[in-house]
């Protein structure tokens, strides 16, 4: 049984591992006649269990790229792979969450978060344990029956999270999902998101333009930027699991802080360009 279970996760990976594998991926968007550069060139591998920020300014590509993983934007060069097959349109092996939960507002906590389930034509009553077992993990046991409207911001987006991962899926893709709740809120939704993939272990690939939230929530932090933009930066984070807020609080933190910082401004032109790679960061392109 555990060499037949093997042998499938090994049939889901690209053959060196990675269970995303993105090779030199470009695009650009064509508006009437202007052509947009977002992303030129992107080289990356994320293996099973990897929790990977892309990390950069407003415009620099990170949500274009993740369209693209997504299988919801076509990129105009290279290709992606997901679990060993092509990225060629949306696809049941991910879920997604948005800045905003976009919740249906007229449906319940619960409704919302087996939503996917009717859409996928799943049988919900399979699913229903599942969906109350979500809500009580991200702290929203007895709001089951409220409605969006009666919940706030923060629960908002629990709800979403919960909505994402109800079918399952093997990657979960995150564009800026924290970045519209208030900053003690979203400290909060770092530490339960840590929490909820210490419970339900994913892949994940997380948009940010929070150097700290990248930081803390990450394995490996990819920094996007410069003209056109690509990967300049590919660093590992090197704090222990489970983190707890207090990991912040630590001058390692404050100190890889400062390395993305640099690198970031350096691709902006707003620091000197002798900036040097960090201990254990490899520059990509
Ligand atoms: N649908 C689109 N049509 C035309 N240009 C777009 C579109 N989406 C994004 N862009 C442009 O592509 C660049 C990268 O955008 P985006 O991927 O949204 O960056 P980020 O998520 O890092 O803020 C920006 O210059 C943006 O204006
Ligand atoms: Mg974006």
Known sequence: MATATARTEAARTTPDGSLVSIRSVGKTYFTGSSAIPAVASASLEVARGEFVSLLGPSGCGKSTLLMMIAGLEKPTSGAIDLLGSPVL????????????????????????????????????????????????????????????GELSGGMRQRVAICRSLIHDPDILLMDEPFSALDAITRDQMNVALSEILETYKKTVIFVTHSIREAAFLSDRVVVMGGRPSGIILDMPMPFPRPRRFEVEETVEFTQVCRELRLTIEAAHGHAPSTHAAPAGASVIE
């Open 89 to 148: 349109a949306p696809r049941r092996d991910i879920g997604i969450i948005f800045q905003d939960a976009t919740l249906l507002p007229w449906k319940s906590a619960l409704e919302n978060v087996l939503f996917p389930i009717r859409i996928l034509k799943l049988p919900l009553d399979r699913y229903m344990q599942r969906a109350h077992e979500l809500l009580a993990m991200v702290g929203l046991a007895g709001f089951e029956h409220k409605k969006p």
